[in-house]
């Protein structure tokens, strides 16, 4: 029988319930009543017009679509490479729509064939479903909090695949081309896959030196100053549901070395793990509008502008967060110690043991609530 570590997010129904009854008599009855959630990063703002439109045009979809997905979708993803992440020439047969990433995630160990006694790297302080994935293949989960952290490598100990997360979930931690290089190095000499997820790539709030010709991204492992040009062995993976507001489309693809995602491809096509045509079509359409990332991204910034000093205000000290959703922010206390007093105050957080026991220190706060209600959480914490 399998074993799986209990949903995180069932432990939080006393703390939302706390949350929830929250009043603030001052503003009258109704005004300042209720949950502010800040715990889960799902989007709230509308999915933009452009997207709708070629999801729609696309909606009379009879036939089954292509796993692969069409060559005008792979090239697209090649192109937005190019463009965003400062990666020329990505070969498209290199490209595979994904259900969203937190499938690719998920099933990556399986689909890579990984087993028994192989073992799956994952960052100490990570989205927890690193860790799942490797337990759904029956492979040994590591945390580690580097390279050194493996020991001297033996068949039995180096890993099949190491997953980097950059920007970071939950730490917002932005990983840096010579730090990247160096891990790639190392894998390639050590015959490890290594598979990078960067969906908060385009939420980058470190400040840019003047005329600079940096991507306006961080940094991906195809990078070739990070991969010098090869994507042997890598695989970037990527989803448009915090840049473009599609959580609910499960738009998504992995892209890098041609030959793994061969391999992926064949599995993908018995298991029908496919993408639906619409929305295939929709990943289309808004990897070739950069205008509404650039919108959605100054929401969020505004939002952070708001949350930032109030929860600093309230006590916490806001630790990395250069990129992505999130504040990750302690008050050198447990967690649920935080979680509590912020729940006092309305507002729900996700606590940072859920991302491993090295976070269990912090807290996790998203920016993902509407303009109001992140006043709301601001006004209370000050």
């Known amino acids: 029988m399998l074993t799986l570590p209990d949903f995180p997010w069932d432990s939080l129904a006393a703390a939302k319930e706390r949350a929830a009854a929250f009043s603030e008599p001052a503003l009258g009855e109704g005004a300042g009543t209720g949950l502010v959630d800040l715990s889960v990063g799902t989007p709230v703002d509308p999915t933009p017009p452009v997207v709708r439109a070629a999801l729609a045009e696309a909606a009379d979809a ?20 190019a463009r965003r992440r400062g990666v020329p020439g990505l070969d498209p047969a290199g490209v595979l ?19 028994p006694g192989d073992v799956v790297a994952f960052p100490r302080v990570a989205y927890p479903t690193y860790d799942v994935g490797a337990r759904l293949a029956g492979a040994v989960p590591m945390a580690v909090d580097g390279l050194t952290a493996l020991g001297p490598l033996t068949p039995s100990t180096t890993p099949k695949l190491l997953w980097l997360n950059t920007p970071g979930n939950p730490t917002g931690q932005v990983l840096g081309v010579e730090h990247l290089a160096k891990v790639v190095a190392w894998a390639r000499q050590h015959g490890v896959v290594v598979a990078s997820d960067e969906c908060y790539a385009e939420l980058d709030w470190r400040e840019r030196a003047p005329g600079s010709t940096e991507p306006p991204t961080t940094p991906s492992v195809l990078d070739p100053r990070v991969c010098g040009g090869s994507p042997e062995g890598l695989l970037a993976v990527y989803s448009l549901s915090k840049q473009s507001n599609l959580a609910g489309y499960r738009a998504a693809f992995v892209a890098g070395d041609p030959a793994l995602v061969g391999r992926l491809l064949e599995v993908r096509k018995h298991a029908g793990m496919i993408v639906p045509w619409p929305v295939q ?18 929401r969020y910034a505004a939002r952070r502008a708001v949350l930032r000093p109030a929860v600093e205000a309230f006590g916490l ?57 992140v006043a709301a959480a601001a006004r209370r914490l000050v």
Not at 327 to 356: K, M, N, Q
């Open 317 to 373: 000290r806001v630790e990395h967060s250069e990129a992505g959703l999130y504040l990750w922010a302690t008050a050198g206390e447990d967690s649920r110690v935080t979680l509590g007093r912020l729940a006092e105050r309305g507002i729900l957080v996700a606590p940072g043991d859920f991302y491993g026991a090295a976070g269990r220190r912090h807290v996790r706060i998203a920016l993902t609530a509407t303009d109001e209600r």
């Open 62 to 81: 009879p036939g089954y679509p292509q796993t692969y997905g069409t060559a005008d979708l792979r090239e697209a993803v090649a192109g937005w490479f």
């Open 281 to 298: 079509r929709a990943l289309v359409a808004a990897l070739g509008d950069t205008a509404h990332v650039e919108e959605q991204k100054a």
């Open 97 to 115: 729509p994904t259900i969203g990433s937190k499938e690719l995630v998920a099933w990556l160990p399986t689909l890579m064939g990984l087993g």
